[in-house]
Every structure is written in structure tokens, then in C-alpha cells.
């Protein structure tokens, strides 16, 4: 999470409203609800999360670690609609779990990291994470050949992801976003470095 660090000691970190957030994004009216609703509940985890990791030792950490990483599981899964944690889940749980509480305990003389304002950022980024998995498994099996990358095209996008912009490529092929290689926004399957990660607002459109 060094880019939180560095978006802190910038001021660059703002408070989210949902609403809005999700509202702006190149998102069906339906997916921009459903997003709302699944950060609402990841806010309620990690607010929980950041409360039970202040003071404990390394042991009760690790032991809370895991018990979130199944809470951010069932979240995900019920999301997705499936039977099943798909493994990408499980795997994304894992390092997103870790990568938060590594972040949080590292940090806890700075107020930012075990509030309010830091819970629904991660829940928003999160939100996005699962959402846009969700999105491309689900374009697969409707049968679409195609994806494109779009950006919100403002000044905060960042140049690697302008570079992408409108690009349209196969839906079972990569992006190359910089030097990682993403299927979709915010994936982490393929390595993609935490830079191209970490508050992206980017969405894909689906083409038959």
C-alpha cells in the first residue's frame, strides 16, 4: 500500500461518496448500483478490521488476517453469483487481506489508516476489483469477442492507462498497461505492478 503513503503525503486522498464514484464511471445504471452495494458491505468489514487489529500481537494478527481474507470470500462470491469461490477470488482475497492489515499495522500512528475515509476508499477500490472480474466472466459466457479499455479521460488518469484508452482488443487476451499485462481494471492475476492498481476508475466495454 506505498502508494497510499504517497497519495497521504500529498493530500492527494479524498473523501468518497458512493454515489458519486460510482455515478461518474462508464457503467450501466444497474452495475453502478450493485457496485454501490457490494463497497457498502466491504466498508463494514474493513472498518471491523482496522478496529480488532489495534493493539494485538503478531500471533491474533495472523489469525485475524485470516478470518478476514474468508470474510472478503463470501462477500465476493455471493457477488459474483457463484456456487463456488472462483479461485481468482480466492487468490485476490489473499493478497488484498494481507496487503491491507500490512498497511494498517505498519502505519498505526497515522490517524488515516484506521478510519472512516480509508474504509471506503479500500471498499470503493474494492468494489471495482470484484465488479470488473464479475463483469468479464460474465461477458464470456454471453458469447463477446471483444473488450475496450476507457478511462475516465480527466487529469488524474494516469499516462499508462490514457495510452490504453479506447483500445480494443480480444476478450481473452491482456492489456498491456505499462509493464503489467491486466485482463481488466485492477487485475492482479497477471502481476500487474500495485501502480496500475491502486484507484483506477477504469471500466471496459464489451463487444460482440
Known amino acids: ?51 480488532l487489529l489495534s493493539g494485538k500481537e503478531e500471533t491474533e494478527i495472523t489469525a485475524i488476517t485470516k478470518e478476514f481474507i474468508i470474510r472478503y470470500e463470501i462477500i465476493a462470491t455471493q457477488y459474483c453469483k457463484a456456487k463456488k469461490t472462483p479461485s481468482y477470488i480466492t487468490d485476490y482475497a489473499r493478497y488484498i487481506v494481507n496487503e491491507v492489515v500490512e498497511a494498517t499495522t ?15 476508499n479500500v471498499a470503493a477500490n474494492e468494489a471495482n476489483a470484484v465488479g470488473n472480474y464479475r463483469l468479464q466472466t460474465e461477458m464470456v459466457k454471453q458469447g463477446y469477442k471483444t473488450k475496450e479499455w476507457r478511462s475516465k479521460e480527466d487529469s488524474h488518469v494516469r499516462p499508462t492507462h490514457a495510452d490504453v484508452d479506447r483500445k480494443r482488443i480480444d476478450i481473452f487476451k491482456p492489456f498491456e498497461v505499462g509493464n503489467s499485462l491486466m485482463m481488466f481494471p485492477k487485475d492482479h492475476s497477471l502481476g500487474a505492478q500495485v501502480k496500475e492498481i491502486a484507484g483506477c476508475r477504469c471500466t471496459l466495454r464489451y463487444f460482440k
Open 1 to 51: 500500500m506505498a502508494d497510499e503513503i504517497h497519495a497521504l503525503n500529498k493530500n492527494e486522498i479524498q473523501d468518497i461518496d458512493y454515489d458519486t464514484y460510482f455515478g461518474e464511471m462508464d457503467l450501466t445504471d444497474e452495475e453502478k448500483e450493485d457496485r454501490k452495494k457490494l463497497a457498502e458491505k466491504f466498508e463494514k468489514i474493513f472498518v471491523m478490521l482496522f478496529a
Open 106 to 120: 505498519q502505519n498505526t500512528e497515522v490517524e488515516y489508516f484506521t478510519s472512516q475515509k480509508r474504509a471506503k
